[in-house]
């Protein structure tokens, strides 16, 4: 009888380590978020500095302005879109139960999949080679909406994988994290001086 009891424990005490190492898992590692940020910020100032070649090179400053004001609405949308998306993705988690999340997350993620490719499409438009301003050269910009979402995807998998070990309050301030001041984008303004 006291060899079964020794079994249950060192079953219950490997049970309780592996568990314990799950918990302090990179799983929970929102830094997606920061990269896919980075690389929508980093799409402004690359395609100003192109309309900015173009216009001293044609004479016209009104390729500049015009392109800097249409530039400035396709990214209010995805500015939008990018808040929203990370609210959604945190009532997805904590708001439904683990098969409903993924489904949820997949829905959000797709839309914000379709807002960054509308993007691209119109940042490449106005930057390639004998597009609509005539331009001679590409302008290559580091932006895959593929990629940026995949790896978003995935952080917020994880994420809810990782929250579904928490409770109550632990589960929002973890998911809280995803909504700080330091992910939200730049306002347009200041990245395009």
């Given at each position: 009888?006291?060899?079964?009891?020794?079994?249950?424990?060192?079953?219950?005490?490997?049970?309780?380590?592996?568990?314990?190492?799950?918990?302090?898992?990179?799983?929970?590692?929102?830094?997606?978020?920061?990269?896919?940020?980075?690389?929508?910020?980093?799409?402004?100032?690359?395609?100003?500095?192109?309309?900015?070649?173009?216009?001293?090179?044609?004479?016209?400053?009104?390729?500049?302005?015009?392109?800097?004001?249409?530039?400035?609405?396709?990214?209010?949308?995805?500015?939008?879109?990018w808040y929203?998306?990370?609210?959604?993705?945190?009532?997805?988690?904590?708001?439904?139960?683990?098969?409903?999340?993924?489904?949820?997350?997949?829905?959000?993620?797709?839309?914000?999949?379709?807002?960054?490719?509308?993007?691209?499409?119109?940042?490449?438009?106005?930057?390639?080679?004998?597009?609509?301003?005539g331009v001679?050269?590409?302008?290559?910009?580091?932006?895959?909406?593929?990629?940026?979402?995949?790896?978003?995807?995935?952080?917020?998998?994880?994420?809810?994988?990782?929250?579904?070990?928490?409770?109550?309050?632990?589960?929002?301030?973890?998911?809280?994290?995803?909504?700080?001041?330091?992910?939200?984008?730049?306002?347009?303004?200041?990245?395009?001086?």
């Open positions: 009888m006291k060899r079964y009891n020794l079994l249950i424990v060192l079953l219950l005490l490997i049970f309780n380590i592996t568990n314990a190492q799950k918990k302090g898992s990179p799983a929970a590692d929102f830094s997606a978020l920061k990269e896919a940020k980075t690389k929508i910020e980093n799409t402004v100032p690359a395609v100003i500095g192109h309309l900015q070649a173009i216009s001293t090179k044609e004479g016209d400053n009104n390729i500049l302005t015009n392109g800097k004001a249409a530039l400035g609405k396709e990214y209010g949308i995805l500015e939008s879109e929203l998306y990370r609210g959604n993705m945190n009532n997805c988690i904590l708001n439904n139960s683990s098969k409903k999340a993924k489904k949820c997350m997949e829905y959000h993620t797709q839309y914000l999949r379709n807002t960054l490719i509308n993007y691209k499409n119109y940042i490449t438009y106005l930057t390639k080679k004998n597009g609509y301003l001679e050269g590409d302008t290559k910009i580091d932006f895959n909406p593929s990629e940026i979402t995949t790896k978003l995807n995935d952080a917020y998998f994880n994420g809810g994988d990782a929250s579904n070990r928490m409770k109550g309050n632990q589960k929002k301030e973890f998911l809280g994290q995803t909504m700080a001041d330091d992910l939200k984008l730049k306002p347009y303004a200041e990245l395009a001086q």
